[in-house]
């Protein structure tokens, strides 16, 4: 079974215990022990963390509907479908300790590393944080934050906290604006071009229909431009910016 199928299962099935709430975060957020007890075979018990976040945490929003945790679920699911795996593994669990929410595999990293830190590392890091600024137009991603990119261990960048993503009206607020202008790698519009005319089931069913359509507008215009976006207001910007 590939690594991703198996963190999935785990996830999926696994039974769930808290050991602590993540500090100063939005909405409450906690690190979680997920195990799949051994089977009757004898077969070794598997044990990692994850990052919990359920419905019951969050903090209302104007511009956002109840159930960020389904935007998390759907952002995983677009880097899947797209092949470009930015997003760890992610699942929607309602037995979970405080009801639903998502269940997303912890990435172990270095905690002092950031975007900032990133960036500076080019042109390394150069195709996977392009690669991110094209995944968060998409997914219309208002709060990337710099310690929203992480280097795992194993050297792979990864992107996380997708709850506020996929709204129909254009809010993009991020701090990766250093690829503003550039051309798109026709390898990544060939990943994109196929969510202007349909998106993936799985991502649609945890949009509404008006979402659903934002997401193949801001791929037609991609395409069309075959640019990433400049910041001219100086305004698209998160805060904290860590």
């Not at 309602?94 to 912890?106: I, M, N």
């Not at 590392?121 to 208002?142: E, K, S």
């Not at 604006?177 to 969510?195: Q, R, T, V, Y």
């Not at 993936?200 to 990433?228: C, H, Y």
Request: net charge negative.
């Amino acid at each position: 079974m590939p690594a991703d199928e198996r963190e999935l299962a785990l996830l999926n099935s696994g039974s769930v215990e808290l050991l602590g709430q993540i500090a100063r975060s939005s909405n409450e957020t906690f690190l979680v022990e997920v195990t799949d007890p051994a089977d009757s075979a004898g077969a070794e018990q598997r044990t990692s963390w994850a990052i919990y976040k359920p419905e019951l945490g969050e903090k209302p929003l104007w511009d956002f509907e109840p159930g960020l945790y389904r935007r998390e679920r759907a952002a995983y699911l677009l880097s899947a479908a797209l092949g470009w795996d930015l997003v760890p593994p992610t699942v929607v669990r309602e037995d979970a300790p405080f009801g639903v929410g998502s269940l997303q595999w912890f990435i172990e990293c270095n905690l002092s590393e950031h975007y900032f830190t990133l960036v500076e590392d080019f042109p390394q890091t150069y195709d996977d944080l392009r690669r991110m600024a094209v995944f968060d137009v998409v997914a219309n991603n208002t709060d990337r934050k710099a310690g929203h990119v992480l280097r795992g261990t194993d050297g792979r960048i990864w992107g996380i906290d997708h709850g506020l993503c996929f709204a129909a009206p254009f809010k993009l607020r991020t701090v990766i604006w250093d690829f503003g202008g550039e051309h798109i790698d026709d390898g990544l519009l060939e990943d994109i071009a196929p969510l202007a005319d349909e998106v993936p089931a799985e991502v649609a069913e945890l949009l509404d229909a008006a979402e659903v359509r934002a997401v193949q507008e801001r791929v037609q215009g991609l395409l069309i431009r075959q640019t990433l976006p400049i910041d001219r207001t100086g305004r698209r910007f998160p805060w904290p910016l860590i």
